[in-house]
């Protein structure tokens, strides 16, 4: 899954997007409003969870609570701030937010949070994501197929995890290379030309152990697409 984190006060920034990337998630971080709702109009960046400060350079983290509910878009939003009246707390609850932590806190309750918004979001309660016999587990990062003769379960990577993930909420679609490169990778990162394929080639190793060597087609001159078993 995917996250932004807009958060100005950079050494607090670093350490939640350490701690996401330790988690197995994919992570942008920004220091002001105004960078964050360019990357949150990008239709090619798709976020699952967003992290705002309250206070920010350009737009607000409130602003862009409102932004985002104002174009009905209903991404899960965690607000952090030091304000900590009951006032405070209503008005980025009222403007649209899902939660809100008060500085300072523990790594731990960031995360439990997190984990919280996610049951809560139906796009996200899934423990499993399923698609013709192939399930990946959300809880362990595993793939097995829905056999009652067949137990085996194969562990991902947590690229291989984010790859898969992606090829199976889009199946039967030609996805280019540019398109994964955009959506698995953080926006301020520079993978090399020839990752997408590696990943690819590590992706169907895994998925040919439980003896599906053929559901991620190469489309020559376009990209790849996942075809349901």
């Not at 920034?13 to 197995?24: D, F, M, P, T």
């Not at 809880?139 to 197929?145: D, M, V, Y």
Request: glycine fraction near 4%; charge should be neutral.
């Amino acid at each position: 899954m995917r996250v932004l984190i807009v958060e100005d006060e950079i050494d607090l920034g670093k350490a939640i997007e350490r701690v996401l990337k330790q988690e197995s998630y994919i992570v942008d971080l920004v220091q002001n409003g105004t960078q964050a709702w360019e990357y949150l109009e990008d239709r090619w960046t798709q976020y699952t969870v967003c992290i705002f400060d309250w206070l920010l350079p350009g737009i607000s983290g409130l602003d862009l609570v409102k932004r985002l509910r104002n174009n009905n878009i209903a991404l899960p939003v965690l607000m952090l701030t030091a304000k900590d009246t009951m006032n405070d707390r209503v008005e980025g609850l009222d403007a649209g937010a899902d939660d809100y932590l008060i500085k300072p806190f523990g790594m731990a309750e960031l995360l439990a949070r997190i984990r919280a918004l996610q049951r809560r979001s139906p796009q996200l309660q899934a423990q499993q994501l399923k698609v013709g016999n192939l399930i990946l587990d959300y809880k362990n990062n595993s793939i097995r197929l829905e056999k009652k003769d067949n137990n085996k379960q194969i562990e991902l990577r947590a690229k291989e995890f984010q790859f898969l993930e992606y090829f199976m909420r889009h199946p039967e679609q030609i996805v280019t290379s540019d398109r994964l490169l955009t959506q698995l990778w953080e926006l301020d990162s520079e993978p090399s030309s020839n990752v997408v394929a590696a990943q690819v080639r590590l992706v169907r190793k895994k998925l040919a152990s439980l003896g599906c060597e053929n559901l991620i087609e190469t489309v020559y001159g376009l990209g790849y697409r996942f075809n349901r078993e």
